[in-house]
């Protein structure tokens, strides 16, 4: 079965700390995943993704295919971070996504 | 960048009418969109899949003639609820595929769409 897993609704930090927010999968193909980002009041948009390798806003995060994991990671929190985080693996054809339950990083000053 | 629009941004409606939403791709074209559904404090779940000039697809346990999809052209996909009822309340969100700044395929989601069916 296709699944998403985060298993925090939230994550609470203080500023200038490390955040890691865990994103496990369940996908018998080749998978493709993305974090996505909701800001209050924003919609959703896309953060990252794997195969781009990429660094945004400071946020990493690895494809581990042995862990099934896709955690996202920033060595220094900031306030701006504070958002809800979503973990979405595409599926399918159409490239359709499977989002995970999301967590809330809140970011203290 | 590209920019989805739903409207209407909320709804009221009675039950038993039919309520329908609009997704736009407002500055580029998208031949796929897709619809979801999300309740208070929970994640999104796929509906179904919408593309231009066929029928959508739609996900295991979503009634295919109680959200009724129209992907008629490059940019435009409707979603009509029909015969609400008060649980078919919630957050409707819609998100098209096109190519993003960063140069590949991603989805761009709308603003979503409040419906409250009384």
């Known amino acids: 079965a296709q699944r998403v897993t985060q298993p925090e609704k939230l994550l609470s930090v203080f500023k200038g700390a490390p955040v890691e927010l865990k994103c496990n999968y369940s996908?018998?193909?080749?998978?493709?995943l993305f974090w996505y980002v909701q800001y209050s009041r924003q919609r959703l948009q896309l953060l990252l993704r794997?195969?781009s390798r990429e660094s945004i806003k400071g946020f990493t995060a690895d494809l581990n295919k042995g862990e099934t994991s896709f955690h996202l990671k920033k060595p220094f929190a900031q306030e701006e971070d504070s958002a809800m985080y979503y973990c979405?693996?595409?599926?399918?054809?159409?490239?359709?996504?499977?989002f995970g339950a999301g967590t809330r990083l809140a970011v203290h000053p | 960048g590209a920019v989805v629009s739903q409207h209407p941004s909320w709804v009221i409606c009675k039950s038993g009418t039919s309520v329908k939403i609009e997704c736009r791709s407002l500055d580029f074209q998208a031949t796929t969109m897709f619809w979801y559904r999300q309740f208070p404090k929970q994640s999104l779940m796929l509906m179904a899949t919408?593309?231009?000039?066929?029928?959508?697809?739609?996900e295991q346990g979503v009634e295919k003639d109680k959200f009724l999809i129209n992907h008629a052209s490059l940019t435009l996909s409707t979603l009509t609820v029909t015969s609400a009822h008060p649980e078919d309340s919630s957050f409707y969100i819609c998100?098209?595929?096109?190519?993003?700044?960063?140069?590949?395929?991603?989805?761009?989601f709308g603003p979503g769409t409040r419906l409250t069916v009384l």
């Open positions: 919408s593309n231009e000039g066929s029928k959508a697809t739609y």
């Open positions: 794997h195969i």
């Open positions: 996908y018998s193909g080749s998978p493709e």
């Open positions: 998100s098209a595929r096109g190519e993003g700044d960063r140069g590949y395929n991603e989805q761009f």
């Open positions: 979405a693996l595409s599926v399918g054809g159409y490239n359709k996504l499977i």
